[in-house]
């Protein structure tokens, strides 16, 4: 869904950006010959990653391969990873830095420092081993950015229980389905939150999703809205801030865990309807994303570090809670939306909190061009030093807009390739070292190696787009549990390894092209999962909601940026005629909304006679893809209803 033409081509030399000389002298990884290094010490080039974490026992080694395809790494090892995010830093004279700056939706503002995370996430420890969660026991957290959710995210941590968050704004439904895959032992929630001046209550959704489980848990809820909302506590539900306060103090030591045991579940989509649950080992998920955050963000204890990403995704796992407090940066989070209250408040976020590093998608960059430079040139952004954007491709023309507007062309970019599957970046430049094409991902980084390669699993040459393979394994890679194998093996491995049994390849689901220099352009995805405002939804999922209404005989929903901001497109057909419309695209909309959130409404919704289909009668996403960019495509060959394509393409302009 790139929005930007593709006119200078990725990898042109008259695009390609050398970082910034004022940059290049500052960075931890200032040498190309950590490539070579890293190649030629595979596997054992990883124990640099494990260096960076304190380990309670040391690891036997560090790739086991016994199990493959799910290789397992620092097997033999132990460590506990809230203890690496908290503890080791007050021993290391850091109690008193700040690790989290918190700035709600209403102007409030809240400062945690390392001991005061410390203190409050052992009393939320104590408190869950209260209510009977143990080392193992799933925690499932349904929370907006409010400090209380990484908080509770490194107390399930501490005694060793999984956390299982789930994005607040997901339907009732959402929840259920995330929450009875986990046979969750407690849910952690909260009031409401306020959206832009109006209060949305939270624990109403949270309460529908509790009435339909088959057992009761017990529920935390912190307090969001304030004295002016009274929430009504009932049976086994209890107030997050009488349990803070009633175990502060405790002492909790951190469980040891061993490398290879799970840290969390988080539920993406695939292309099954049903939400996939990912888990992620402690010691490997450590290792990579503590490793990246100091390779690609360059982030150092005392740097501030600002990321957009809500932490009900991977990207606020990974690179707003356990990379930059593994690394002891101060981490900003910011609650609600940026606009609010106006357009001023990204860049008071960076110039009030000082941010070095700021991470975010490139569709927020697009708004922030559609707002126009005056916003970010009224604010001082002189501590910024690097930038960096994950979730969808970013245009050459957003690109530079970033670049020059935010970074005033001091502060590299890296353009972050990865997936929840991944755990951490795999295919990124390493700022200050690497040249920077705008539009192209970049290289994978060391260590790492992937792949554009036809259906059968061949490597292509250089400029010919194919499947994206990653053809190492890496210390942050998904390890399912006993009872989740057999599916990830079929989604990720089967689909290239198994026709070329000598080779190991893991299935990204992408489309890209390799250029000359190694460099990776992101094309989109290749199968049937729509990103929508950087949150990865399953069409399967979003269609089952869609026929689920009366009327509607089949749909395809695909993401399009027809207004500049990606948005879903819902195409159906109707069992009746044209009378009634009006009335069924209402129900599609609502049945999104109340199934799987709000944040998924259709920007719109087309009646078609018919889809485009392949000749095996699948939907071709791709054609529809083409109409809602304005890009249509041009060889209708693989379709059997070639004639649809004009027909829709004059139903999608009417509408
Ligand atoms: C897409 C988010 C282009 C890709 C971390 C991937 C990207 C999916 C980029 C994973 C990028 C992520 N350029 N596309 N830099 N980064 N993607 O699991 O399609 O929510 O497969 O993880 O986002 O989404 P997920």
């Known amino acids: 869904m790139v929005e930007d033409s593709l006119d200078s081509v990725p990898g042109d030399a008259a695009t390609a950006r050398r970082p910034p000389s004022t940059f290049a002298r500052d960075t931890t990884v200032t040498d190309t010959s950590v490539y070579e290094r890293f190649d030629r010490e595979w596997p054992d080039c990883w124990a640099d990653a494990a260096a960076l974490l304190e380990w309670d026992e040391p690891y036997d080694e560090v790739l086991d391969a016994d199990d493959a395809p799910f290789y397992r790494w620092f097997v033999g090892g132990r460590l506990n990873a809230a203890e690496n995010c908290i503890d080791r830093h007050l021993e290391a004279g850091r109690k008193n830095q700040v690790a989290i700056r918190w700035e709600g939706k209403r102007g409030e503002r809240r400062t945690y420092t390392y001991y005061d995370l410390h203190r409050e996430v052992t009393a939320v420890a104590a408190a869950l081993r209260e209510l009977g969660v143990e080392a193992d026991d799933v925690v499932t957290l349904y929370l907006p950015t409010v400090p209380e959710l990484p908080i509770t995210m490194l107390a399930c941590a501490r005694i060793g229980a999984l956390h299982n968050v789930v994005f607040a ?22 009031d409401g939150y306020f959206h832009e001046g109006t209060a949305v209550g939270q624990k109403r959704k949270a309460d529908a999703a509790l009435a339909a489980l088959e057992s009761t848990i017990p529920t935390v809820v912190v307090d969001r809205l304030g004295a002016d909302h009274d929430t009504q506590l009932g049976a086994d539900q209890y107030a997050y801030s009488a349990l803070a306060d009633r175990f502060e103090g405790a002492t909790v030591p951190p469980v040891s865990r061993a490398a290879t045991d799970p840290l969390f579940h988080i539920h993406t989509s695939g292309t099954t309807g049903e939400p996939q649950r990912m888990t992620h080992a402690t010691g490997g998920y450590l290792a990579g994303t503590t490793w990246t955050t100091r390779a690609v963000f360059d982030l150092s204890p005392g740097d501030t570090y600002w990321c957009t990403a809500d932490m009900g995704w991977i990207t606020g796992h990974s690179y707003v809670v356990y990379g930059p407090l593994a690394r002891g940066a101060t981490v900003v989070l910011t609650e609600g939306s940026l606009r609010y209250p106006d357009r001023h408040r990204p860049w008071e ?6 941010v070095n590093v700021f991470y975010t998608t490139p569709g927020v960059v697009r708004t922030f061009m559609k707002w126009g430079e005056s916003f970010p040139a009224a604010h001082d952004r002189s501590s910024l030093r690097l930038l960096g954007t994950v979730g969808e491709p970013i245009g050459p023309d957003t690109w530079e807009w970033f670049y020059t507007h935010v970074g005033e062309e001091r502060c590299p970019i890296v353009d972050t390739w990865w997936q929840t599957e991944t755990g951490s970046i795999l295919l990124s430049t390493l700022p200050g070292v690497s040249e920077m094409k705008p539009g192209a991902v970049g290289p994978p980084l060391p260590g790492i190696e992937a792949r554009a390669v036809d259906e059968n699993g061949r490597e292509l040459p250089p400029g010919e787009p194919g499947s994206l393979t990653i053809t190492k394994p890496w210390p942050s890679m998904i390890t399912p549990l006993e009872s989740d194998r057999y599916w990830v093996l079929a989604e990720y491995w089967q689909q290239f390894s198994d026709r070329r049994a000598d080779t190991w390849q893991y299935a990204t689901g992408d489309r890209a092209v390799v ?36 009327g509607v005989t089949e749909a395809a929903a695909v993401a399009g940026s027809a207004d500049g901001d990606t948005d879903l497109y819902v195409f159906a057909t109707a069992e009746q ?79």
């Open 515 to 550: 250029d000359d220099d190694g460099y990776i352009t992101i094309i989109g995805r290749d199968d049937d999962v729509v990103t929508i405002g950087n949150r990865r939804l399953g069409t399967a999922e979003l269609e089952a909601a869609i026929t689920a209404v009366d």
């Open 169 to 190: 704004g997901f339907a009732p439904d959402a929840l259920l389905g995330r929450m009875e895959q986990d046979d969750s032992s407690v849910l952690v929630t909260c």
């Open 577 to 655: 005629d044209l009378t009634g419309r009006e009335a069924l695209r209402e129900s599609i909309s609502d049945a999104i909304v109340d199934r799987i959130g709000r944040f998924a409404s259709p920007a719109a919704v087309v009646f078609t006679p018919e889809l485009p289909e392949t000749h095996t009668g699948k939907t071709m996403y791709r054609v529809l893809e083409g109409i809602v960019d304005d890009a249509p495509l041009e060889d209708s060959e693989p379709l059997r209803n070639p004639e649809i394509v004009g027909e829709l393409t004059t139903l999608w302009g009417r509408n």
């Open 349 to 354: 976020v960076i110039e009030r909190n000082a």
